[in-house]
């Protein structure tokens, strides 16, 4: 499975094209199947239709602990290191990983879960949530998790959507220096919940919370009553292993569908191709279960390839901005993998923070979540890799399972700000807004996929349509990822950032729309529209125009309020870092907004903001320039 040269990486990438479902069948071929697939492939971007290993029947968590326990049952599969500093790191062998998931499993099915139901994960960072997809996965429950940033509401909407059985959370959390209630928020959120059944309550902090008698029950005193053995259901490779929410152009959060056997597959070829994991290395991915990195590169990916990984708590900055290396050089860990804009900050912080750490464990750095400017690029290549650690720029999406773009470490030259070339079986394309095809290289346009690789999104949950509509209608038979993406010269690929109303602020995928709907609550607010814009940490920052007519409010009392409005909807992860309170927007004849315009301003242009002659009122864009924060 594993490439070790260029040479061989130029080969497999020619036989996944030439020959996908020879190709992908040899790779198959190393995994626990109960029963071997009758056909590799079966598809169509129209429906879409996308079914790889069509028949097999599998159990993902019998391939990501059961077959290693005979060779690695006291193999540490995670290092758990505690949100404070200076506490013995946690280590949790496959032997126990095995037990903790089994009894878990146990747990679920005693709450009556069977296969097909959805479970929802609101967890911390703790083995606990990793604990919890395995656990679903283990007796075929379809696993939703909800990052921790998202408010009440929002979990509301998505365990509603998807009608959860049940919910997985715990008292509190620690972040740092704050303590976040995790079961007063899940309280909130079940008040108009009918799907749910129970809820398991992980003691985290020790915070008193309210358990409703006949729904809520204790993590321990459950799993105390469970066996460590449990029969892994058998799964059909189609049947959905998880839903994810993630953030579109327009209206809610989709519940974006991953499927069995193809995810499987593809998440532990990319993870050992891409990082070059050798056995006994320890692999650290700093993203949290709440997002696809999570799952394909925590959970999924580094345990179906056996390896050793770290599980962190807590914060870069906390108790300092050293705290990565203090725990890269504690943990020796090898092979390190973060988010630009994590990087940035600790930039900032300055090298003070980085110095008292040799870091010389070190062989590969990863990037993933947003673009990697080149002074990112070059401050990480220097300071953290000793200038002698490749950097992987990995660039994927929830929809695609896996990681798509990239170097693999130590194989392919790599190039600041460049995520290079697509791993074997991905056949990347630019077009223009006419769809189009551009051929050769020194080129950009929008980028697309026009073959399906085994983690492609199967579906978005509960409206398949929407699914057909968002990634395989604007380009007649290709994925549409929307990404601009440059082709260089030498044919690799830049990913130039979002070409639709989504914005990344600090690596998390943020839908203008949904912004704006939250931002509408507030009752003095008849209209708003928010855009990106550069922000030196985060990426892109979010900037919010409002049209407030009529208040008896200050301008700082506005902004609190419309603040908390988004936080309660949306999440803190949502706020707007500039709001700016306008008497209108700039608008066409025909009542669009021209957000054009609105970006320029907030990247703080005022001269040069194109054609305004379709405008119905030109004096608004004067007043918006005048008023820019
Ligand atoms: C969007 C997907 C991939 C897991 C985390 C984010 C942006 C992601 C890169 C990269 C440039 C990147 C894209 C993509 N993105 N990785 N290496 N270089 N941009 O997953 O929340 O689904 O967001 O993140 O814009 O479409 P996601």
Not at 39 to 55: A, S
Not at 175 to 194: F, H, S, W, Y
Not at 277 to 305: F, K, M, N, R
């Amino acid at each position: 499975m594993q490439i070790r040269s260029f040479e061989e990486y130029k080969n497999a990438y020619e036989l996944s094209i030439k020959e996908p479902e020879n190709f992908w069948a040899k790779i198959a071929e190393n995994f626990v199947w109960r029963k071997k697939w009758d056909k590799v492939l079966d598809w169509n971007f129209t429906e879409p239709k996308i079914n790889w290993f069509i028949n097999g029947k599998l159990n993902i968590t019998e391939n990501c602990i059961d077959r290693h326990l005979p060779a690695k049952a006291n193999d540490i599969a995670f290092y758990f290191e505690e949100n404070e500093i200076g506490r013995p790191v946690k280590k949790i062998t496959y032997q126990e990983l095995h037990d903790e998931v089994c009894k878990l499993a146990n747990v679920l099915r005693s709450f009556g879960v069977t296969k097909g139901d959805r479970v929802c994960i609101y967890l911390p960072m703790i083995p606990e949530a990793v604990y919890s997809l395995l656990a679903c996965a283990r007796i075929g429950a379809v696993h939703s998790v909800v990052f921790g940033g998202f408010s009440a509401q929002s979990i509301r909407d998505r365990i509603n959507d998807s009608s959860c059985k049940v919910v997985l959370t715990s008292d509190g959390a620690y972040r740092g220096n704050k303590q976040i209630p995790m079961k007063a928020t899940v309280d909130e959120a079940l008040k108009d919940c009918p799907s749910v059944e129970k809820v398991l309550v992980f003691k985290r902090t020790g915070e008193k919370v309210n358990m409703q008698s006949n729904r809520d029950l204790e993590w321990d005193i459950e799993i105390n009553k469970q066996r460590s053995e449990c029969e892994p259901e058998i799964m059909d490779s189609e049947d959905p292993l998880f839903i994810l929410y993630t953030s579109g152009s327009t209206g809610k959060p989709k519940g974006v569908v991953h499927s069995c056997g193809g995810y499987m597959v593809y998440c532990c070829y990319s993870f050992i191709n891409v990082f070059q994991y050798e056995p006994e290395q320890i692999y650290w991915c700093t993203a949290d279960v709440g997002w696809i990195t999570g799952h394909s590169y925590i959970t999924y990916g580094p345990l179906l390839a056996g390896a050793s990984s770290v599980i962190f708590e807590g914060i870069p900055s906390y108790p300092d901005a050293g705290r990565f290396w203090n725990i890269v050089d504690k943990l020796k860990v090898n092979i390190f993998y973060t988010a630009p804009t994590a990087i940035r900050s600790l930039e900032a912080a300055g090298l003070d923070f980085v110095k008292p750490y040799n870091l010389s464990s070190l062989k590969v750095l990863g990037s993933v979540g947003e673009p990697i400017n080149e002074e990112a690029w070059q401050w990480y290549h220097k300071n953290i890799g000793k200038e002698k650690c490749p950097i992987v720029d990995t660039w994927w999406q929830t929809e695609t399972g896996g990681i798509l773009i990239s170097p693999l470490a130590n194989i392919t030259k790599t190039k600041p700000s460049f995520a290079t070339l697509p791993l074997p079986g991905v056949q990347p394309v630019l077009v223009d807004d006419k769809g189009k095809l551009i051929e050769g290289n020194g080129v950009e346009g929008n980028l697309c996929i026009k073959f399906p690789w085994p983690s492609i999104i199967r579906t978005t949950y509960g409206d398949h349509e929407r699914c057909r509509q968002t990634y395989f209608a604007t380009y007649h038979n290709l994925y549409f990822t929307g990404d601009g993406c440059k082709r260089d010269e030498e044919g690799y690929y830049r990913i130039t950032g979002r070409v639709d109303d989504v914005i990344n602020v600090s690596g998390h995928r943020i839908g203008t729309a949904e912004v704006e709907s939250a931002i509408n609550e507030h009752a003095d607010v008849v209209e708003s529209a928010v855009v990106g814009y550069p922000h030196d940490i985060k990426g892109q920052g979010i900037y919010a125009y409002c049209i407030v007519p009529k208040t008896t409010k200050s301008q700082d009392e506005l902004r609190k309020e419309i603040l908390n409005c988004v936080n309660k909807i949306i999440g803190p992860i949502a706020r707007p870092d500039k709001i700016q309170i306008v008497s209108g927007l700039p608008k066409t004849r025909s009542g669009k907004i021209m957000r054009r315009i609105l970006r320029k301003v907030a990247e703080g242009e005022t001269k040069n903001l194109g054609d305004v002659s379709t405008l119905l009122d030109p004096l608004v864009v004067e007043e918006i320039v005048k008023g820019r924060l």
